[in-house]
């Protein structure tokens, strides 16, 4: 029996990021001759490698990573002559996502066709209804896929399956999740070779303090670990994948070394929602790292409560190079109350201090309305934005994604402006609150963004004239260690190198 996973085409002029915000994805315009990260569909190559240890034949096409068109997706589906298909759904990809199901469904009738994602587990019926998906999984792909598939193989009942939802004649069958274990240790190692490893690409500048904006690396995303226990309000994190479990280091590392050996990978993204959880857990993994000898460069996203001085310095040591945090807000009310419960500003400010001085690039994203914001909350995060100089920041606006405790108060308060979920990428407004328009969103998300470029270009210009004040000294002083009797000297990126002799010539009576 053969298996494809199909991993969607992103819509016209848009690049959806799927894994982001929970699994319901954000998106952003593309731009005319300017690139953008390609990251791989891990959940997939998990998978798939459960299903080929049974024995089924499987393959995946990654029609985001490769930009395929309608004709060529068909005919690569033809060639892989599929008798089940799954693809992920995303919120702000939802219209262009179930259109081109539909499409192969059309063509290929007898295909029996799985939606999977975040969205499909909190609206399962809504997907349905709105596409020609026989089913739609419910649960975590990894721990429902086998039995679903086995179920199709078989023509068993469906009904037997859990954690899906179903077309039986014309109603929906809903399927409760199978409570078993659910261990990320159990998971095989994913199926890379079904994968061209080359497709995936991030910006140098994301990993290296020096790297180039326009310059791309080879890179592989890791999910050491799932959910997360803080259960901010607004989060689609917990509603995605529950109470926070993770493998264990040593499980961890192996899938590093084996990248590392058998696909020459050595950038990683940990897209853990929460990497440092455990502190005590990532000192193991960062161990692992270093005893096994292992030359990567590696970045994640965590809670800046779960980051130490001595904790940041051990991931250093084992390659760590950018942190991404959640910040949401600067104002101090804001954020002790709705953004970081509990949180204080300096408590922040001084986290982001400590990453700084200890050489780490910081991401810090921050929430645009937020129940409760207004424009002086708005400066309030500009403030923040200056004082602390992130290396960069991503500046979202507040989504009700469905399922989350926000949805439903935005729904009670009519707060929900639209419910086209194609609006659903974190970029556009969806929500408004009476303190804070659709427009308010719109000009605080552009006035943030332009708070930090401009910060981010006097720093730029800051950088620059201490390197040509630097650059002069040099120029002056290999100039005048000839005069000295140094012999000849050339300046190099570090300064000041002999280019005869290390030792003073003698000199002339």
Known sequence: MNVLFLNLPDPQGMYVNRD???????????????????????????????????????????????????????????????????????????????????????????????????????????????????????????????????????????????????????????????????????????????????????????????GSRSRFVDFFTLLSSRGCDFNCFYCPYPTSFGTWRAMTPRKVVDEIEFLVKNYGIKVFWFHDQVFTMIPERVEQICSEIIDRGLDVTWACETHLRKLSTSLVVKMKEAGCTRIQVGIETGDPKLLASVGKVGCTVDEVE??????????????????????????STVRNTAKMIRKTRPDDVAISMITPYPGTPLFALAKKRNWIVTDDWNRYSTSQPVMASPDFSVEDMRGAQRYLYGTFLYGRRLGELDRALRKHMFRRFFQELATSLPEMGFGAYAITRYGIKSRLARVPRKLEN
């Open 350 to 375: 001084n986290a982001m201090r400590q990453l700084h001085e200890l050489g780490i690039l910081v991401e810090a994203n921050f929430i645009v309305g937020l129940p409760g914001e207004n424009w």
């Open 20 to 210: 982001y915000c929970g699994g319901f994805g954000s998106a952003f315009p593309k731009r005319k001759g300017r690139r953008h990260d390609v990251f791989p569909p891990i959940f997939d190559a998990y998978a798939a490698s459960i299903l080929e240890k049974e024995g089924y034949s499987v393959s995946i096409i990654d029609a985001q990573a490769t930009g395929t068109s309608d004709a060529q997706l068909l005919e690569m589906v033809e060639k892989s002559n599929p008798e089940v298909v799954v693809s992920r759904i995303s919120l702000p990809s939802f219209g262009s996502d179930l259109k081109t199901c539909d499409m192969v469904k059309t063509r290929f009738p007898n295909v029996f066709y799985v939606g999977w994602g975040s969205i499909c587990k909190v609206e399962p019926e809504a997907v349905l209804s709105k596409s020609r998906l026989d089913a739609v999984i419910s649960d975590e792909l990894e721990f429902a896929i086998l039995n679903l598939v086995n179920a199709i193989r078989s023509k068993g009942e469906l009904g037997e399956v859990g954690g899906i939802s179903f077309k039986a004649n014309a109603n929906v069958v809903h399927n409760p999740s199978v409570s078993g274990e659910k261990s990320l240790d159990a998971l095989p190692l994913p199926a890379y070779h079904l994968l061209d490893l080359k497709n995936y690409k991030a910006s140098e500048s994301y990993f290296f303090p020096e």
